[in-house]
Structure formats: C-alpha cells, structure tokens
C-alpha cells in the first residue's frame, strides 16, 4: 500500500479493501488470481458493504483514538511525546511528531500537523468509497436489502462528517472532496470551501445517518441514532460558539450572534432528545461506588471502571466508541503505554497530569474547592505530615471520587506488571524511581517512572489486573459519552437562556458519581457563573480524553489561562515546589493567533497552488 505522502497521495489511497476490488491479472492458465478479487465479484451482498465498512471504522480510529495527547496543548495534562509510530498507522501514525504543548515551540503547535492533515483526508476517501459503492448496490438493490444498505451508508457518512469536522475545527476553510478520488488530477487544484458550505455538509451528512441508523446497533462499535444526533448537536454548539465569541484568525468569516443564538437552540434540542429520547444512562447509573482512602487501591471508585475494558458491553453511557482487539491482534490500544510507567509492561509514561489538576478536585463535605496545595520539599521536617502539603497523602482525602480515579499522587497504589503478569503493588513516590520504599513494615518495589514532572501520573486508563501487555488493550475508546452530552446541552440553554433547572440537574447527576453534593445556589446565579460550573465539570468528568484543548479554543480563553501577548506566561509546578516548565513567556500575538487556527501544510500548498494560507501563518 502507497505511504500517505499528501493529501493528493492521501485521498488517491484506498486502503486494503480496494487490492480486493482490483481488476485481475492473466496468468499462463488465464484463471483467475485466488490472491484477489475480481471487481466484478466484490459489492455484491450486503455482507460485502459490511466488509468494506468496518475496514472505514478500522482506517478512521487512528485519527481519534489517542485525541488525549490534544489535552497537552491544553493546562491540566502534559505530553512529553507518543506512543504513535511513524509509517503505522494502526499504531496511531495521524498522531506522530505533533507538537502537544502549551505555546508550541519551533513551530507552533499548530505547525506540527502535516500528518495529521493527510490522514484526515486519507480517512475522508475511505467514507467516500464505501458510500459511493453502497449507494451504487442500493440502484439494484433488493427492497429487503434496502435498510441495511442504507444503514451502511449511514454509517460511512457518519464517519465522513467527523473528519470534517475535525478539519473545519482545526483548519477553517478546507477543500471539500464529496467523492471517492482515484487519480491526483482529480484534487491537485482543489481550493478551500468556506467552512459555512463545509459545516451544511457535514449536517447533511450527520442528519441522512440520524434517518438511517436503528435506535441501538445490535453489534458493538457500530453506531446508532443517538451518536448521530449528538455530533450533529456538538457540530451546532461549535458553530454557535465561533459565531458568538468569533474567530478573527479564519479569513472571511463574519460572526453573528443571531446565528449562534440559533445555532445554540439547535443543539440543545438535538442534545434534548439523545438524552430523554433512547433510554441512555451513566455508567452504573451515576453511583458513586467505593473509595478507599489515599494510599489503598482494593476499591476503586465507579468512575475509575468506566475507562477500562469492563465498559466496553452493555453501556448506555459510551455513546460512540472505537472498538479495538487487544491482545495478538495489531489491533490493540496503547493507553498503558502512554499514562503508565516502567513498572507496567515496560511503559512509558507519554501523557501524565500536570500539578495545577489536583486543586480543581472539590471536596466532598462542602461541594467546593480546598485550601490550595502547598508545593513543599521532602527533606524539610514534617513535610509528609504538613496541613494541604503537595506530598502529604492526607491532603488528597475526602476529594471527589473521580480524583482517585483518575490520578495518583504519593503513596498511592496500583498493580504493577510485567511479562504478563503480576508483580504486587507497587506504590508511586515521585522521584523515587529505583530504591524500595519501606510503608507499614513492608518493602515494596515503588512506582517506575521518570515521565512526570508534577509529582502525579494517571490512574485513568491504567489496567489495574495483569494478562495484557502495554500495546494490547481492548477498551473501546469514547468519541461521544452522554456525560459529555449533558455538559453540552446545559452549555447550549445556558447561552440563550441562562440555567435552567433540567441543566442544573445534569451537572448534579455528574457530581454525584464523583459523590459531591449538589450546587450551591451561588453556582448557578447566571449565565457567568453556570458556566464556570460547566467548565469546572469538563476538566473534571473529561480529564484526558481530549475535550479541553478544543474547549480553550471555542471559548477564546487562551489569554485567561496564560495571560496576554507579551506578558511573562505561566510557571507550571510540581509537588516538590519546582518550576518545572514556563508557557507563553514573552510571546507575540502571532503565537496566540496560531493557537487558534492551524498551518494548511506547507506540502500541500507547493502541490497545489490553489490551496491559500491561514493569515497567522503567511
């Protein structure tokens, strides 16, 4: 198969399916090849246009299933590289040599991403030739057929719409390619498409999957209604936000807030309906479930459970995932590789939190935020016993469950692993990579590893049992879960009407599986102060799975967080009082602008000399 080179090479591609389809060769006995598919034999059944299928869901996960590293480029979790091999794509190639951090480097984040781009479009051509052929079938179609193919149909333009917009959100205006591409010459002159024409096909395609998909897939991993109804809501929340806090880096497009206040309406009522409509609930109906108290592990909160292969069947919650096959498959997941350490399979520990995510988890007795941390020196007396020190365990108790779900701090436990098996708990103390560490009278081997800088590594994602190795996880990664959804329509009412009731109890619902009380009236006042509790709930309920980067640019905070164009930036910190990394410093407009839409990549433009630039980026 041809390496994906450009998009122009990206779109001619057509993965493994189309060796099937290929014409025959003529052999000395003039048979033909057992090797391959004549074209003529292949889109026949509709087993056939499921084939072809779930090779598009198979091609098109690794463009989403590793979107946590987005969160480096965000303030809560740090990227120090990925798993992401290059020239394998199933090993999450879109992904590599990216830049996920804060203000970039040389180039700006957004200039890291030729990749990416590529395999986009790779993953667009791959939609467009199962819904070309499909929709071929359907012209001969036999009227039982009729429903299933269109259901596949359904399906690809489902995937299509995603990875438009993906591109939209990130680029702007892109070259719209409605068609499978079989020749260069078919795309070498392609200009952008104002987004406005991108995101009405993209609704097309998202409203024909809506009318075409059953209320629930029998198979797992293929999608139904409701994970079209809430990217097609997500899409016109998105809009509504571009349009309400505008995007002056996007040339040509003029901002209206009638637009957004309309837009806003419209995903509300498509969230409304994913969430009163199908029957959907949070995992293990929202409860909270056990939690040990810092330094054990035997109970895990619920919410702990949701990011492990235990979810994957028979949960309402996962509104879209990406199936992966786990062990022997070279279908594998690689979340333990990247938010694990040494100690478990050799793992490398890519993505971990940063110090600043451990004081936006609340306390339980009183639903709001503790006494800040106190970063403090181990070797200075009474450090580990001091009131709110960083590495005093006792610091992190009586937090929202979902701290101890998702991140470990000193002290705490998880199961270490290797060869496949057990290797008994092993506790994480920052620093301390090699020598034993004496708890209660018992030596243990600590936590192996060297990948954080904050004094925090991940729970979340991190298998907790043996018998899988670091690359070959079977969880089905979300790209839509009905928590998100909820956050998403109460963001939706809020910008037109303020909270409302239904919203407010959406939040409470999410707090409670982290068991935090309900919000205190002050939290939900007005428009102002609704949404920083909606904010509050995304860092928290959507830590790591790759949301707040995209969340930072829709709401045009970057200023917020880092502090404006000139100014010294942001010392990030670690438990131990150090200053570990600094954001922004002393950077020019330019750099902030580039944060907020990405480099059309410089390959393609000298291929296409219709392709213009992005103004930050001239």
């Not at 199933?90 to 890291?112: L, T, V, W």
């Not at 006494?371 to 007396?381: F, G, H, I, Q, Y």
Request: hydrophobic share 35%; charged share 20%.
């Amino acid at each position: 198969m041809k390496r994906l080179n450009s998009i122009i090479s990206g779109v001619a591609v057509i993965t493994a399916l189309a060796t099937f389809t290929a014409g025959c060769r003529k052999d000395l006995l003039n048979q033909k090849p057992t090797g391959e598919l004549d074209a003529g034999a292949f889109w026949k059944t509709e087993n056939d246009a499921v084939i072809a299928l779930q090779g598009a869901y198979a091609d098109i996960r690794p463009v989403f299933d590793r979107d946590y590293y987005f969160d480096g480029m965000g303030d809560f979790v740090r990227v120090r590289g990925t798993s992401a091999l290059s020239g394998n794509l199933q090993k999450g190639d879109a992904y590599h040599n990216g830049n996920y951090a804060p203000g970039g480097g040389n180039p700006q984040s957004g200039g890291s991403f030729d990749k990416m781009y590529r395999y986009l479009y790779g993953g667009v051509n791959r939609a467009n030739y199962v819904i070309d052929n499909v929709n071929r079938m359907l012209t001969t179609a036999a009227p039982t057929s009729v429903a299933g193919l269109e259901r596949i149909v359904g399906e690809a333009r489902l995937l299509r719409g995603m990875l438009y917009f993906r591109l939209i959100t990130l680029w702007g205006d892109v070259p719209y390619i409605g068609k499978t591409v079989f020749a260069d010459s078919e795309v070498s002159k392609l200009a952008r498409t104002p987004i406005a024409q991108v995101k009405d096909s993209i609704m097309a395609d998202f409203t024909y999957a809506f009318e075409k998909l059953p209320i629930k897939a029998t198979e797992f991993g293929r999608a139904s209604k409701p994970a079209a109804l809430a990217f097609r809501g997500k899409l016109q929340l998105y809009w509504a936000c571009w349009n309400g806090f505008g995007w002056p880096e996007l040339a040509g497009f003029t901002p209206s807030p009638a637009a957004a206040e309309e837009a806003y309406k419209a995903a509300a009522e498509d969230f409304r309906k994913v969430i009163n409509d199908y029957g959907l609930t949070l995992w293990r109906n929202g409860d909270p479930g056990l939690c040990d108290p810092p330094g054990k592990a035997d109970n895990l909160p619920n919410y702990y459970y949701l990011f492990t292969p235990q979810a994957n069947q028979g949960n309402t919650e996962m509104i879209m995932v990406f199936t992966h096959g786990g062990t022997g498959t070279n279908q594998g997941e690689e979340l333990m590789r990247d938010v694990a350490g040494r100690s478990h399979e050799s793992s490398q520990c890519w993505v971990s939190p940063r110090y600043e995510i451990a004081d936006r988890y609340q306390l339980i007795a009183t639903g709001d935020y503790a006494p800040k941390l106190v970063p403090t020196d181990p070797s200075v007396a009474g450090a580990r016993t001091a009131v709110n020190s960083a590495i005093n365990p006792q610091s992190y108790a009586g937090r929202d469950y979902r701290m101890k779900a998702s991140i470990m701090w000193d002290y705490e436990m998880s199961v270490g692993m290797a060869a496949l098996k057990s290797t008994g708990w092993v506790p994480f103390l920052y620093k301390t990579w090699t020598q034993p560490i004496t708890i209660g009278g018992v030596t243990y081997n600590p936590y192996n590893t060297d990948g954080t800088n904050s004094g925090y590594v991940f729970r979340k994602y991190l298998r907790n049992y043996a018998g899988q190795g670091r690359s070959d996880g079977d969880y089905a990664f979300p790209v839509m879960r009905l928590a998100d959804v909820f956050l998403m329509y109460a963001e939706a009412t809020n910008a037109v009407s303020g909270p409302q009731a239904d919203a407010i109890d959406l939040l409470n619902r999410i707090r409670r599986r982290g068991n935090l009380p309900a919000l205190a009236p002050a939290k939900t006042a007005n428009k102002e102060a609704f949404l920083e509790a909606i904010e509050q709930e995304r860092i928290i309920e959507l830590l790591a799975e790759g949301h707040r980067y995209f969340d930072i640019r829709r709401w045009r905070k970057l200023e917020q967080i880092w502090g404006a164009p000139g100014s010294a930036g942001v010392w990030m910190r670690d438990t131990h009082g150090g200053q570990v990394q600094q954001f922004y410093q002393n950077q020019p407009e330019r750099n902030y602008q580039q944060f907020y839409i990405w480099r059309i990549p410089t390959g393609e433009r000298d291929r296409n000399p219709n392709l213009t630039q992005n103004t930050p980026w001239l």
